[in-house]
């Protein structure tokens, strides 16, 4: 990545890394849920695509991006809850982190994304523990899987990579809206995206054949729920600014090219990315980097619904900043969802 280390507004490139880019930032009284689908720790099942002010963050975790999320903002002394498909990997994730950093607070809680029961249970669960939360991380993905239907019958990219979180976004967002009045501090809702997101389906969404095999095409899949994931983080921040009183922030995010079990589908390029990756994809370190700045750093407070790319603002595809098509897409997922 020497080769992309040019600075941006910020002061990081695509060459920094997370702990540069949260380098200084006191997290002590922070908690922060991140949710990892277990393709980093069980690539098995899934292949896998976080301060100066208090805050509860929760995060899906597991060996790549989102484990490297974890680590980081455990070692600035946030409370890290890891949101995980697979308990056992989970916690010795866990075991990792606080082997490397004696002090870290560390939870495990079970969450498979692909299960509209499993996010309401973990949610519920949660919710009922009295615990605050100020962060948001919605970092778990798949990407460019087989035709297949999630256990609610819906098209498993689509139903894991957006409506998992959505749902999950949804059932926290009443605490989260305690915890930012009760703390006087800001909560930040950060959705991981990706480039792809330019890459859909012709329509955007294909809001009338979510599960149409017949025309399903694993990439265009993938394009269409990462320009969901755009769309949901600027309908939220439209919904947030509308509403008195709401002190929380939503934006979506490219982590980067990286090198991880994402292509594990298409063995080809896989083979040929994971030869020449180091040449000039990021690593895991590098890849967490955008998440760790927009979910901790000063600079962003206050910024809402924009899209940012190697921990500097950028600018999502034009479908990415339709408004109509992201209210369209919101009450679609309600539907679905409920």
């Not at 975790?61 to 409370?79: D, F, Q």
């Not at 501090?185 to 859909?200: K, M, N, T, Y």
């Not at 949901?232 to 008195?244: P, Y």
């Not at 009450?331 to 409920?338: G, L, R, T």
Request: hydrophobic share 40%; proline share 2%.
């Amino acid at each position: 990545m020497w080769l992309f280390s040019r600075k941006g507004p910020s002061g990081f490139s695509a060459s920094s890394t997370a702990e540069e880019v949260t380098q200084g930032i006191d997290g002590t009284d922070l908690t922060a849920i991140i949710t990892v689908i277990a393709a980093d720790i069980d690539s098995t099942q899934y292949c896998t695509h976080k301060s100066y002010f208090v805050a509860t963050v929760i995060i899906g975790a597991s060996s790549g991006i989102g484990t490297e999320t974890a680590r980081v903002l455990a070692m600035r002394g946030v409370h890290v809850i890891m949101g995980v498909r697979t308990m056992a990997a989970g916690l010795d994730v866990k075991e990792a982190i606080v082997k490397e950093i004696p002090s870290a607070k560390v939870d495990v809680m079970e969450l498979d994304l692909s299960s509209l029961e499993s996010v309401r249970k973990f949610a519920s669960e949660y919710n009922s523990s009295g615990r605050p939360v100020n962060l948001l991380i919605n970092n778990a993905g798949i990407m460019a899987t087989p035709f297949k239907l999630s256990k609610d019958n819906i098209e498993l990219q689509f139903a894991t990579n957006h409506l998992g979180h959505f749902l999950l976004t949804n059932l926290l967002l009443d605490t989260m809206k305690k915890t930012a009045r009760d703390s006087k501090r800001e909560g930040r809702i950060v959705i991981l995206s990706s480039e792809a997101h330019r890459f859909p389906y012709s329509e955007g969404i294909r809001f009338d054949k979510i599960n149409d095999e017949s025309g399903y095409s694993s990439i265009r899949a993938y394009g269409q729920s990462k320009l969901a994931n755009v769309l949901h983080a600027n309908e939220l921040a439209r919904r947030f600014k509308q509403e008195e009183g709401v002190d929380i922030t939503a934006n979506s995010l490219h982590p980067g090219a990286i090198v991880t079990n994402l292509l594990r589908h298409m063995s080809i390029i896989h083979g040929i990315v994971t030869k020449i990756g180091k040449f000039a994809l990021k690593d895991v370190h590098q890849g967490a980097a955008t998440t760790c700045y927009v979910a901790l750093h000063p600079q962003v407070r206050g910024v809402s619904g924009e899209y940012f790319k190697d921990s500097n603002i950028g600018q999502a595809a034009e479908k990415g900043r339709d408004p109509e098509l992201a209210n369209k897409l919101w009450d679609f997922s309600m539907n679905m969802v409920q």
